[in-house]
Structure formats: structure tokens, C-alpha cells
């Protein structure tokens, strides 16, 4: 017994010693937060703050700018992976059939497009001296040429960037910019792809997820407004592709009747250019009057002027009244919007201009406008 006793207290653990606490002294008062200095320095660090938010946002305008496509394209793309699921189809599978046809799209369009455009292209700039020439044979253009020197500054300018084969370079700033355009568009278009994919995949469930931080008693109402405007995003990519088509068919006759090499060629790259809001009939009309100009001015002359008719009649007729009909946006809103969006992002502010306002008119119908009328 005694012998465990004295185990016992070799193995019993020692009481720390308690230490008194520290003394730090006493508060103080509180700080005057109407003081101006004390203003003045929250002041200052809230504009400091905003700054360098800015500048972080400047930095990564681009990744945006690729996130906010990829967004668009795939609440764009959302409609026809719901009707392929009206089928009886899995979400996943039905994405893989949307994807697999937008992919062999790209292809085929760089199988037809791009030989002949290279093609025509090397055509154009060793027919170019010719034309130029031919252009003086106008008693105009020769006048004007007398006065200004046009016509020569051209031929000059043309001979300084050919004589020795580096326009394509010069014009990308040197061997080492054609490689970064290159490599910097194909990744551009390979992250756009990428996100627009996951984006397409998960948008159900980052619906839900926002959903879920709504008020349960308005929920079921926000939903719908989600899933109405998500609809008419949707609507604003089918009839941007309508549209397209229309040009397409348009520029495909057109160059049959005027005899262009590789119509169904030229009618692609109108496709592609009338899917960008605002600026893309005219690269779209450029395109076409240079190839025109290969064969002769005045059928270049024909096609441009052609062009700028059927263009007034799509922007004045045909758009507003296809935008009415899908998206319920009057006419004069679809051209507002397209040109405040322009001109405060550029191109992803005309593509998503539309869309937006769509989205403003249904939020006013639906909750504002009746609010009003209540209270």
C-alpha cells in the first residue's frame, strides 16, 4: 500500500500555477468619428481601395470579356439542348450532340473557307497594281487623283509593303506578332470553348444554386423571370442565326449573278460575319467588294452598292421585326441598345446589348410596372 501511494503521487500531475492576468491598462475613449482627420483618412482609404480594384479589373478585362461570351454562348445554346431533352435525352448527352455539331461547323468552315480565301487573297494583292490603274481610267477618280495624289499614294503605299513579300508580316507587327496573333486567338477560342462548355453543363444547378438565396415566398416567382430570361437570351442567338442565314443566302445569289470565284465560300464568311452585332456586315462587305474588285471595278462597285441596299433593308425591316416577334423588343430599343452597348464595351457590349434590354423590359412588365399600379 504504501509503496502504490507513493506511485500515486509520483504520477499525479501537477496543478498549474495560475498567473495573473496582464495588465494592458485601461481603455481609452472612443474615437471621434466625427472628427474631419478620422473622415478624412477612411476617406482616403475606401478611394485608395476603389483604385486598386479598378486596376485589378483593367488587368483581367480580357479574362472577362471571354467569361462573358461563354456565358452568352451558352444561354444561347441552352434552347436547342432543352428541345434535344424534350426526347427523352440526358442533359449530358444532349450537350455532347450540340458540341459535336458546333465543332464539325468550325471544321468544315476552315476546310471551305480558308483555301479559297488564301487563294483570292494572294489573287488580290498581285491584281491590285492593275486595278489601281484601272480606276484612273475614270475621268473622276483621274481628276482627283491630279488634285490629291490618291490613286499614286496608293500605288506607292502598295509597292513599299510588297515589293518585298512582308505585308502579312507588317501588317501583325513582325514575324514574332503573327506567331502571338496566332497562338493568342487559338487560345482565346479554346477557353471560350472550355468555359463554354461547363457553363452549358452546370447551368441548371447554378440556377438552382442562385435560386436558393431568394426568399422562399418569392422564389418560385424569380425562378420563372430566370428561366423567361434565359429563354429570350436563347430567342436573340436564333434570330441573330436567322439573320445570318438571310445574308448569307443573299451574298450566295449575288455572287452567282455577278460570277464571283467560290460563292458558297463567300456565303460562309457572310454567315459567320452577320453572327457579330453592328461591325460585322461591314467587314462582311468588305470582304466582298475586294473579291468583286479581283474580276473588275465596276462589278466591284455593283456589289458594294447591292451590299449597302440589302443591309439599310435588314437593319430597318428585317431586324426590328424579327426582334419584335421573338424577343417583344421594339425596333428603336433593339437600335438604342445595340449602340450604348457598343459604345461602352465594344463588341461584347453590342452582343449582349439585346439580350439586357429584353431582359429590362420583362423585370418592368412583370414587377415594376404593376408594383406601380398597386401602390
Given at each position: 500500500?504504501?509503496?502504490?501511494?507513493?506511485?500515486?503521487?509520483?504520477?499525479?500531475?501537477?496543478?498549474?500555477?495560475?498567473?495573473?492576468?496582464?495588465?494592458?491598462?485601461?481603455?481609452?475613449?472612443?474615437?471621434?468619428?466625427?472628427?474631419?482627420?478620422?473622415?478624412?483618412?477612411?476617406?482616403?482609404?475606401?478611394?485608395?481601395?476603389?483604385?486598386?480594384?479598378?486596376?485589378?479589373?483593367?488587368?483581367?478585362?480580357?479574362?472577362?470579356?471571354?467569361i462573358l461570351i461563354a456565358l452568352f454562348l451558352a444561354t444561347g445554346l441552352n434552347p436547342a439542348v432543352e428541345a434535344l431533352r424534350r426526347k427523352n435525352l440526358t442533359r449530358t448527352t444532349a450537350v455532347a450532340i450540340i458540341f459535336t455539331s458546333v465543332i464539325a461547323f468550325v471544321i468544315f468552315f476552315a476546310l471551305v473557307?480558308?483555301?479559297?480565301?488564301?487563294?483570292?487573297?494572294?489573287?488580290?494583292?498581285?491584281?491590285?497594281?492593275?486595278?489601281?490603274?484601272?480606276?484612273?481610267?475614270?475621268?473622276?477618280?483621274?481628276?482627283?487623283?491630279?488634285?490629291?495624289?490618291?490613286?499614286?499614294?496608293?500605288?506607292?503605299?502598295?509597292?513599299?509593303?510588297?515589293?518585298?513579300?512582308?505585308?502579312?508580316?507588317?501588317?501583325?507587327?513582325?514575324?514574332?506578332?503573327?506567331?502571338?496573333?496566332?497562338?493568342?486567338?487559338?487560345?482565346?477560342?479554346?477557353?471560350?470553348?472550355?468555359?463554354?462548355?461547363?457553363?452549358?453543363?452546370?447551368?441548371?444547378?447554378?440556377?438552382?444554386?442562385?435560386?436558393?438565396?431568394?426568399?422562399?415566398?418569392?422564389?418560385?416567382?424569380?425562378?420563372?423571370?430566370?428561366?423567361?430570361?434565359?429563354?429570350?437570351?436563347?430567342?436573340?442567338?436564333?434570330?441573330?442565326?436567322?439573320?445570318?442565314?438571310?445574308?448569307?443566302?443573299?451574298?450566295?445569289?449575288?455572287?452567282?449573278?455577278?460570277?464571283?470565284?467560290?460563292?458558297?465560300?463567300?456565303?460562309?464568311?457572310?454567315?459567320?460575319?452577320?453572327?457579330?452585332?453592328?461591325?460585322?456586315?461591314?467587314?462582311?462587305?468588305?470582304?466582298?467588294?475586294?473579291?468583286?474588285?479581283?474580276?473588275?471595278?465596276?462589278?466591284?462597285?455593283?456589289?458594294?452598292?447591292?451590299?449597302?441596299?440589302?443591309?439599310?433593308?435588314?437593319?430597318?425591316?428585317?431586324?426590328?421585326?424579327?426582334?419584335?416577334?421573338?424577343?417583344?423588343?421594339?425596333?428603336?430599343?433593339?437600335?438604342?441598345?445595340?449602340?450604348?452597348?457598343?459604345?461602352?464595351?465594344?463588341?461584347?457590349?453590342?452582343?449582349?446589348?439585346?439580350?439586357?434590354?429584353?431582359?429590362?423590359?420583362?423585370?418592368?412588365?412583370?414587377?415594376?410596372?404593376?408594383?406601380?399600379?398597386?401602390?
Amino acid at each position: 500500500m504504501a509503496i502504490a501511494s507513493r506511485i500515486k503521487k509520483v504520477t499525479r500531475p501537477r496543478a498549474k500555477a495560475l498567473t495573473p492576468p496582464v495588465d494592458f491598462g485601461e481603455l481609452g475613449a472612443p474615437i471621434n468619428r466625427a472628427n474631419p482627420f478620422y473622415f478624412g483618412f477612411i476617406a482616403t482609404l475606401g478611394a485608395l481601395t476603389a483604385i486598386v480594384l479598378l486596376r485589378a479589373l483593367a488587368s483581367l478585362s480580357q479574362i472577362f470579356v471571354l467569361i462573358l461570351i461563354a456565358l452568352f454562348l451558352a444561354t444561347g445554346l441552352n434552347p436547342a439542348v432543352e428541345a434535344l431533352r424534350r426526347k427523352n435525352l440526358t442533359r449530358t448527352t444532349a450537350v455532347a450532340i450540340i458540341f459535336t455539331s458546333v465543332i464539325a461547323f468550325v471544321i468544315f468552315f476552315a476546310l471551305v473557307v480558308a483555301p479559297p480565301v488564301l487563294s483570292q487573297g494572294t489573287q488580290l494583292i498581285n491584281k491590285a497594281p492593275q486595278l489601281l490603274d484601272e480606276l484612273t481610267n475614270n475621268q473622276t477618280i483621274a481628276r482627283l487623283n491630279n488634285e490629291f495624289g490618291i490613286i499614286d499614294t496608293l500605288q506607292s503605299k502598295l509597292k513599299s509593303v510588297t515589293s518585298n513579300g512582308t505585308l502579312l508580316i507588317s501588317t501583325f507587327g513582325g514575324v514574332l506578332g503573327v506567331g502571338k496573333s496566332i497562338l493568342s486567338g487559338f487560345f482565346s477560342f479554346l477557353t471560350v470553348l472550355v468555359l463554354t462548355l461547363y457553363f452549358i453543363t452546370s447551368l441548371p444547378q447554378a440556377v438552382n444554386l442562385g435560386l436558393s438565396l431568394v426568399p422562399a415566398s418569392r422564389r418560385e416567382r424569380v425562378g420563372r423571370l430566370t428561366q423567361a430570361i434565359i429563354a429570350r437570351v436563347g430567342s436573340f442567338v436564333g434570330s441573330q442565326i436567322v439573320i445570318a442565314v438571310m445574308a448569307s443566302i443573299f451574298v450566295l445569289l449575288l455572287s452567282l449573278v455577278l460570277g464571283l470565284p467560290s460563292p458558297f465560300a463567300i456565303a460562309m464568311i457572310i454567315f459567320v460575319c452577320g453572327l457579330i452585332p453592328l461591325i460585322g456586315h461591314f467587314i462582311g462587305s468588305s470582304i466582298v467588294t475586294i473579291i468583286a474588285l479581283t474580276q473588275s471595278v465596276p462589278i466591284g462597285v455593283i456589289a458594294l452598292v447591292a451590299y449597302i441596299v440589302y443591309v439599310q433593308i435588314e437593319n430597318y425591316v428585317v431586324t426590328p421585326r424579327i426582334m419584335k416577334k421573338t424577343m417583344s423588343v421594339p425596333g428603336v430599343v433593339t437600335i438604342i441598345a445595340a449602340l450604348i452597348g457598343s459604345s461602352l464595351l465594344g463588341l461584347v457590349g453590342g452582343l449582349l446589348a439585346v439580350p439586357v434590354a429584353a431582359a429590362i423590359i420583362l423585370i418592368l412588365d412583370e414587377v415594376v410596372i404593376p408594383r406601380a399600379k398597386t401602390s
